[in-house]
């Protein structure tokens, strides 16, 4: 079975949200976001895990992309933010040492080339 997951791509003032991650000996950035869970639907899964990564509550607008592997799905979610506080997530991904470094991070249009890397081990460059 495919693992399915949902992701959150977040852009306000100049701005998109990412996950700064250092695992092993790669460095790269993630779209907020994580596996679909029972009886959870897509758009349910998007609030949960901003929230649990980034301590934000967003809205989704708009499904924008899906991509399929041999091992997974994962469905992209343009988001609106409309409440909570960037940096106050307390997912899971913060206490456990062996799954790297997680730091929520804002990239400033222009400024850098975020490299969203999947477990699917594809890449996908975005230029803001």
């Known amino acids: 079975m495919k693992r399915i997951s949902c992701r959150a791509i977040i852009i306000e003032n100049d701005t998109m949200v990412s996950m700064y991650r250092e695992l092993k000996d790669r460095i790269f950035y993630t779209f907020p976001g994580g596996g679909l869970e029972e ?3 897509e758009e349910e899964c998007v609030k949960r895990e901003v929230l649990e990564e980034f301590g934000l509550n967003v809205e989704p607008v708009k ?3 899906t991509y399929e592997s041999e091992r997974s799905i994962e469905h992209f979610y343009l988001c ?3 409440g909570g506080e960037f940096g106050k ?3 899971e991904e913060f206490h456990n040492n062996n799954n790297g470094v997680y730091k929520p991070t804002k990239i400033k ?3 850098k080339l975020a490299t969203y890397a999947s477990r699917s081990s594809k890449s996908i ?3 803001l």
Do not use: D
């Open 89 to 91: 997530g307390t997912g």
């Open 63 to 65: 499904k924008v992309y």
């Open 125 to 127: 460059n975005i230029r």
């Open 39 to 41: 009886n959870e639907t």
């Open 109 to 111: 249009r222009n400024k």
């Open 80 to 82: 609106n933010v409309v």
